[in-house]
């Protein structure tokens, strides 16, 4: 909620990952550096990636309401390791999951990044 927080205030954000060790951030005992936020005055506003089809992305039992088709809009824009989008978000008439769809770097951090960009533009919430 951060990353889109500063987005809305006109700063660039950028997800960086594989750090352990180079960055300056302090890691307290017990705790574990996943990811660092990169934030500030970007030259460009960034580009677009290539999206894997909404069809791979999610299974939808019967027509797809708007609002999952709104939530899967943003989820297709969301950082994912790159551009991996290891997820499937399903629903079927009611229950809404989503889930990791194969492995790769970063991709239990990239889901969780797919539901809160869903959740927050749909405005439901995921049943796991």
């Not at 951060?2 to 997800?15: D, H, R, Y």
């Not at 300056?24 to 089809?53: C, D, F, M, N, R």
């Not at 229950?95 to 990044?113: H, Y």
């Amino acid at each position: 909620k951060i990353v889109i927080l500063a987005q809305e205030l006109g700063l660039n954000s950028c997800w960086v990952g594989m750090t352990h060790g180079k960055s300056k951030a302090v890691i307290g005992k017990g705790e574990k550096q996943a990811i660092i936020v990169s934030l500030g005055y970007g030259a460009t506003q960034g580009a677009a990636h290539k999206s894997k089809p909404m069809a791979q992305l999610c299974k939808v039992t019967g027509e797809m309401p708007d609002w999952f088709r709104t939530g899967m809009d943003a989820a297709m824009l969301s950082p994912t390791a790159v551009n991996q989008q290891k997820f499937l978000i399903s629903w079927d008439g009611s229950n809404l999951t989503a889930k990791q769809n194969g492995f790769g770097f970063f991709a239990k951090v990239d889901l969780g990044i797919v539901k809160c960009d869903f959740e927050l533009v749909s405005g439901h919430k995921f049943d796991n």
